[in-house]
């Protein structure tokens, strides 16, 4: 029993200096972005949920250490709201739906990034799905056409979301030369694909610079169920989805 005591002792010592050394020689790579409307005016709160990734190039780049017991990112579903309303994960990441309304949900989605269905699950219950390919997957109640949510799924573990002023920060990212990229949910694929910056990372950092986006004037439709047909509004009283 002593033994193997100190073998978990000694492989916690060895993750500790590992990571220790991945993060050594590794900086921050920052940016700011702000997003206009259609007609080029500010949009209040814009700059909030723009994604950015960097994806190495050339030589191979030290991954970033996972961090040991790391709880697994949640979309969690309340006051028939995701939240978050965007989540970036890695490649290969499961993600939990926990249901923390007092009511039913179905969570699904039917877009390429990855297609599922969780099915009708009570409140106080969660289920979990695993994102195995790199993609944009939009997220809908089959219940409430309300809610939405979007998984981006990248195939780097560098990668961040920008917050209320637009400021970004993707930490620890090791030297080496990277292809920068972005999404946002209301700009049109052409505007995405115009920035592709190439970014060297040298141990003092790097900036992405200061982004400037503007939004799609493309009408906005709403989605359908999980079915492709339009959301009934009398499923929405019916003492199976109400009940807790």
């Avoid at 073998?7 to 020689?25: K, M, V």
């Avoid at 926990?98 to 009708?120: A, E, Q, T």
């Avoid at 799924?153 to 990212?173: C, K, L, M, N, Q």
Wanted: glycine share 10%; aromatic share 10%.
């Amino acid at each position: 029993m002593r033994a193997k005591t100190e073998a978990r002792h000694l492989l916690a010592g060895i993750l500790l200096w590992t990571s220790g050394a991945a993060f050594a020689g590794a900086a921050a790579v920052t940016g700011h972005v702000s997003v206009a409307g259609p007609n080029g005016a500010a949009r209040p709160g814009g700059e909030v949920n723009v994604v950015f990734w960097l994806t190495p190039l050339g030589d191979r780049v030290t991954p970033r250490p996972t961090t040991p017991n790391a709880s697994r990112p949640q979309l969690i579903q309340k006051n028939k709201v995701f939240e978050p309303h965007v989540l970036v994960v890695q490649v290969g990441s499961v993600v939990d739906f926990p249901n923390r309304d007092p009511f039913f949900h179905n969570v699904f989605s039917l877009f390429d990034g990855k297609r599922f269905d969780l099915g009708l699950y009570e409140a106080g219950s969660t289920r979990g799905v695993r994102f195995d390919r790199a993609g944009i997957c939009y997220i809908f109640c089959n219940i409430h056409p309300q809610m939405s949510a979007i998984v981006v799924v990248v195939d780097t573990p560098y990668f961040a979301v920008s917050d209320g002023r637009g400021e970004v920060v993707i930490p620890h990212v090791p030297a080496g030369r990277y292809q920068g990229n972005l999404w946002e949910e209301h700009c049109a694929p052409k505007t995405l694909q115009e920035f592709s910056p190439e970014i060297t990372v040298r141990e003092g950092g790097a900036t992405l610079g200061s982004v400037r986006l503007r939004e799609s004037d493309a009408p906005v439709t709403a989605h359908l169920n999980k079915y492709g047909k339009k959301y009934d509004p009398d499923v929405f009283t019916s003492p199976i989805y109400l009940k807790p």
